[in-house]
Structures are given as structure tokens and as C-alpha cells.
């Protein structure tokens, strides 16, 4: 089964940037589109970014014209560009198809901090 494995957290100020990766062990060439989705304390993990087999992607409104998702089906790679970076941001980001159905992997920690 595909293992999805993020990186590129980290510590940021208001207003800064981070690019998080999503790594796939295996193809993510798939009917469904791939996603991000981020988890802050205390509250239920939500959708932040899609990304279709054919490029067109979908943001929810709290970052809208900040992130950029993007894949790259060659490398197994998804992107979440993150601009423009606020204190609410933060949380534990996760990859994974917009159905949730592979296996979580263990996400990748943003802090916004001043």
C-alpha cells in the first residue's frame, strides 16, 4: 500500500513562507485528486488544498491566494507552497487522496510564531 511520508515544517514568522513535500511510495496516479489537509490542537483535521490528475486545483477560503498545491506524477511528489504564512496556519499538515483513504502519514509540524 502507498506510505506518504511529509516534510518541510517548521518554525516561521507571520507573514513568512514555508514548501512542504509529500512524498508516495508508490504511483499517485489515481481517479481521486490528491489533497492536504492540517490538523491545529484541539481541533478536527480539515482540508486545505486539492490537486486533480489533470492539474486543476481547489483551496478552502482561509487560504486562498496564499498556498499553491502542486504535483509532480513523475516523482510521486505533491507541493504545498505556503505564503504569506499567519499565526491561525498553524497546525500539522498532512497529504493523502481527498478521499483520506491511504494510511496517514505522521505530517509535518508549522509553527507561526513571532
Known amino acids: 500500500q502507498v506510505q506518504l511520508v511529509e516534510s518541510g515544517g517548521g518554525l516561521v514568522q507571520p507573514g513568512g513562507s514555508l514548501r512542504l513535500s509529500c512524498a508516495a511510495s508508490?504511483?499517485?496516479?489515481?481517479?481521486?485528486?490528491m489533497a492536504w489537509f492540517r490538523q491545529a490542537p484541539g481541533k478536527q483535521r480539515e482540508w486545505v488544498a486539492t490537486?486533480?490528475?489533470?492539474?486543476?486545483?481547489n483551496y478552502a477560503d482561509s487560504v486562498k491566494g496564499r498556498f499553491t498545491i502542486s504535483r509532480d506524477d513523475a516523482k510521486n511528489m505533491v507541493y504545498l507552497q505556503m505564503n504569506s504564512l499567519k499565526p491561525e496556519d498553524t497546525a500539522v499538515y498532512y497529504c493523502?487522496?481527498?478521499?483520506?483513504?491511504?494510511?496517514w502519514g505522521q505530517g509535518t509540524q508549522v509553527t507561526v510564531s513571532s
Open positions: 493523502n487522496l481527498i478521499t483520506g483513504q491511504l494510511p
Open positions: 490537486i486533480t490528475s489533470s492539474g486543476r486545483t
Open positions: 508508490a504511483s499517485i496516479s489515481s481517479p481521486y485528486a
